[in-house]
């Protein structure tokens, strides 16, 4: 009896799961409705080429070899790329791989095997070059520039904006009668209920500037489809105007700031406030004397006497 009893129970016994397929984790994290096109665009990307890195297809082809296959051959492929580019690509294969962890039923040999992804370890970041913008560069940049970048440019270094901040600046958010920007950002995700005013007394040059390129658009910056402009082609559009490769979009922001912070006449609270640092929290009611010796500072500056 008990030869039948075992076979009864051999025939009882389910087939295990084949393992997940690579493509399904990232079907799977693909389903976020949050993400942009452009995240979702680079997520395919960077697994499909980590797909054909490893050469895996499912879960359990993966293992410690096979991720570091992957690191070295990503790292080595760095070539004129920054940490930045290497980041971004460890980043999203590990995010892709948490996802797929929490919302994936899978079993404990495939978790362990999917625990490796540690082995992605962050190149550290590079250390920031200082690397102001001189009176002479900046009179240079504007020279080589069209009223559309005229107008990027000037705003950017009178408010001490980054890139995205240009692309979310709203007409509703300039007062041309007050010459003043009030630009609420968050600043953190600890900080999502309490966003920090970002405060701009703006030059005349700059309210001439933006005045040429009323579009009629929500927003300030557009781009030929009508669509507010990537923070990408706010760069290009610097870089097309500058000599110099060394200088980014950013430096704009930097060089307003360290000429700010340079002028004797300028409190450090001005300098916190234009900045949009934590100093500025509690300033619930913003008028233009909040911040405008340090945008004078930074025209006076650049520009010399009104």
């Not at 460890?90 to 948490?98: D, E, N, S």
């Not at 962890?101 to 070059?129: G, N, W, Y």
Request: glycine fraction near 2%.
């Amino acid at each position: 009896c008990e030869p039948v009893a075992l076979l009864a129970n051999v025939e009882n016994l389910k087939p295990p799961q084949p393992s997940k397929r690579l493509t399904e984790l990232c079907d799977t994290y693909l389903d976020d409705k949050s993400l942009t096109p452009s995240e979702a665009k680079n997520s395919r990307l960077w697994w499909d080429e980590f797909r054909v890195i490893t050469t895996a297809k499912v879960v359990t082809d993966l293992d410690r070899v096979a991720f570091k296959k992957y690191r070295k051959t990503i790292k080595d492929r760095k070539g004129d790329h920054s940490n930045v580019w290497v980041r971004s690509r460890f980043a999203k294969i590990k995010t892709i791989i948490q996802h797929a962890t929490v919302e994936m039923e899978l079993t404990a040999r495939e978790k362990s095997i999917l625990s490796d992804r540690a082995l992605l370890k962050q190149p550290a970041k590079p250390t920031p070059k200082p690397l102001d913008i001189s009176p002479k560069q900046m009179k240079a940049i504007l020279s080589k520039a069209n009223k559309w970048e005229k107008a990027l440019i000037l705003l950017a270094l009178n408010s001490a904006y980054y890139p995205i901040d240009c692309q979310r600046l709203r007409w509703d958010m300039v007062n041309f009668e007050n010459g003043t920007i009030r630009f609420d950002r968050t600043k953190s995700e600890q900080l999502a209920n309490e966003p920090l005013p970002r405060i701009c007394s703006l030059w005349k040059r700059t309210i001439r500037a933006l005045k040429a390129i009323k579009n009629g658009h929500t927003h300030v910056f557009v781009s030929s489809r009508g669509e507010p402009a990537h923070v990408n082609t706010i760069g290009k559009h610097f870089a097309r105007c500058c000599d110099n490769k060394g200088l980014t979009f950013k430096h704009l922001r930097k060089s307003a700031l360290t000429a700010a912070s340079n002028d004797p006449k300028v409190p450090d609270r001005q300098i916190s406030l234009l900045a949009g640092h934590s100093a500025g929290i509690k300033e619930h009611y913003v008028v233009r004397r909040n911040v405008q010796l340090a945008c004078e500072a930074i025209e006076r500056y650049y520009f010399g006497k009104k």
